[in-house]
């Protein structure tokens, strides 16, 4: 099922859109604001990040979106256009109708329930639109934030998938957790 490219998702004060070529300034911001806090869990967020990284990603991100693989989405804060953070479905299954999600939300916006209310709008844009059957999150173990992220968008753990990760120099183990469509019609 295609979904366009165009989606936008408002909810409350958060807006998600597909990234455009003139947010890659404002990404380049969030990133170089958020490498203490990405850096430890976010193998690509370093020192050196620039504007020329921000414009790839958004590059592959039109592609993502143009090849039905990749759906990644800005979170933006209604009223004022600010940049928050970023998440998105990728890895998509079309066999068995799943996908990965994955996020992140800039230092000086976390812990304002950002990332637990993207997670869900996203899933749901999932669910609804691509008619995904389940959404996985794979959190480090240690990653208390994301962990607790999946929870509260209503994820249910199910395992600590043993090298599930590759962390672009090793593999590491993975708390998995997933959403299916019917943990989301309370939500
Ligand atoms: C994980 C992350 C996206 C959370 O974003 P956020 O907008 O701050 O999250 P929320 O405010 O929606 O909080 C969701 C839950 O996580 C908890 N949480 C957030 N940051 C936390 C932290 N540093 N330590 C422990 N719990 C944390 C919140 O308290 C909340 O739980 P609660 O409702 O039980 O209180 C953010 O910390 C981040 O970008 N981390 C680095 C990137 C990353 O790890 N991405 C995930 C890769 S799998």
Not at 27 to 49: F, K, N, Q, T
Not at 152 to 171: K, T
Request: net charge neutral; with cysteine.
């Amino acid at each position: 099922m295609p979904a366009p490219c165009d989606t936008e998702i408002v909810d409350g004060p958060l807006l998600l859109r597909p990234w455009q070529p003139d947010d890659a300034r404002a990404l380049e911001a969030a990133v170089v604001e958020s490498i203490d806090s990405l850096g430890r869990w976010l193998p690509w967020c370093r020192a050196g990040y620039d504007l020329a990284a921000a414009q790839d990603w958004v590059r592959r991100c039109e592609q993502g979106w143009a090849e039905g693989e990749h759906f990644a989405f800005g979170i933006f804060d209604r009223t004022h256009q600010r940049l928050l953070g970023s998440v998105g479905l990728n890895q998509r299954n079309l066999l068995h109708r799943s996908a990965n999600l994955g996020y992140w939300v800039r230092q000086s916006e976390q812990r304002h329930g950002v990332a637990a209310k993207a997670v869900q709008l996203v899933a749901r844009f999932g669910f609804r639109q691509l008619a995904l059957q389940r959404i996985e999150i794979v959190a480090l173990p240690d990653n208390q934030a994301s962990r607790r992220t999946a929870e509260r968008a209503g994820a249910r753990f199910e395992a600590v998938a043993r090298r599930r990760i590759w962390d672009g120099e090793q593999a590491r183990d993975g708390a998995v957790y997933a959403l299916v469509p019917e943990d989301l019609e309370q939500a």
